[in-house]
Each structure stands twice: as C-alpha cells, then as structure tokens.
C-alpha cells in the first residue's frame, strides 16, 4: 500500500528495472537520467582537462531518489565512455571513486590516473 502512495506522489523509480536509460550529452558534457519522464533528473558532470583527458567532476541524484542505486548507471556510463573513447580520467566525484572501487574492472584502472 505504501507503493501506491509513492505512486500517487510519482517518486517510485525501479533502479534496477530495464527502463532506466542514460543520455551523453557531449555538447554538456554529462550524463543524465530522467526520472520517471518528469523534470527531475540524475547527472554526471565531466570536463575536458587535455585532449584526451576527463576529469569526472560531480554527481548528483535528487534527494527522493538517492539510495537506489541511480548514480550507479551515471558511473557506468562515464567509466564505459572513457574506456570506449580511450581516453584517461581523473576520478574528482568521490561516488566515482567508490563504484571504480566497489567494480574493480581491469579496464578502468587502466584509464584512470592514480
């Protein structure tokens, strides 16, 4: 029943559902997902600090959304990115610090500065 009055508030999100879909938007630079359609919205901010270098700066979920796992998809995103780009990081998000080490993948660690 409880579900139902999130519902009703629309601030039920299923972090761990198919839909949750994260947008790169380059010109920005950041990834974002839209929270149930609505205007609410997580980000990863990024910047460009040399030719082939990122620095993975913030992120940020709403406070009705935090604690489900929502940043998580933002830091797979941006860590995927960087791979993909071939490009090399420096890790100023600490929620990027924590997923790189809660997701120990050999391919991050070689496109982060340490």
């Known amino acids: 029943m409880a579900q139902a009055a999130q519902a009703a508030q629309g601030n039920v999100f299923d972090a761990t559902s198919s839909q949750i879909q994260v947008e790169h938007d380059k010109k920005r630079r950041q990834f974002v997902i839209r929270l149930n359609g609505s205007h ?17 700066q913030h992120t940020e979920v709403p406070d009705a959304y935090r604690g489900r796992g929502i940043a998580k998809h933002l830091a797979k995103a ?4 960087v791979v993909e ?21 050999p391919q991050y660690f070689e496109h982060i500065y340490q």
């Open 78 to 81: 941006a860590m995927d990115f």
């Open 40 to 56: 609410d919205r997580a980000v990863l901010l990024y910047d460009y600090v040399g030719k082939k270098t990122v620095d993975l």
């Open 85 to 105: 780009e071939d490009l090399k990081a420096h890790l100023t998000c600490w929620y990027i610090q924590k997923y790189v080490k809660e997701n120990p993948q």
